[in-house]
Nanobody, 125 residues
């Protein structure tokens, strides 16, 4: 059973920074791509960032590009999201997500089978 636990959310002023962490357990972490989705009230869920199983490839939504950085530590079974220059529109619940199958970079739809409980990020103006 794959378990994902996020922490690090909170309240921050616009322009500030937060670092989200996700601890994974239950399978060989280094074989699976990981990502961070987010969902704001009344908005569609968005894949903010993803990272390949080795960490060699990353991609970002246009809305966070240049401000957010995803990384992972396969020795510790951890994935991180460093968020800088935060804006009020970054306010959302952020979910850590793991790919369903090994060596698959796609996290859309059923390709992201495992989700954490979510952590709230609130950016005040």
């Amino acid at each position: 059973q794959v378990q994902l636990v996020e922490f690090g959310g909170g309240l921050v002023q616009a322009g500030g920074s937060l670092r989200l962490s996700c601890a994974a357990s239950g399978r060989t972490f280094s074989n699976y791509a990981m990502g961070w989705f987010r969902q704001a009230p009344g908005k569609e869920r968005e894949l903010a960032a993803r990272i390949s199983w080795s960490g060699s490839s990353t991609s970002y939504a246009d809305s966070v590009k240049g401000r957010f950085t995803i990384s992972r530590d396969n020795a510790k079974n951890m994935v991180y999201l460093q968020m800088n220059s935060l804006k009020p529109e970054d306010t959302a619940v952020y979910y850590c997500v793991a790919a369903s199958a090994p060596y698959t970079y796609d996290l859309s739809g059923s390709n992201s089978a495992f989700w954490g409980q979510g952590t709230q990020v609130t950016v005040s103006s």
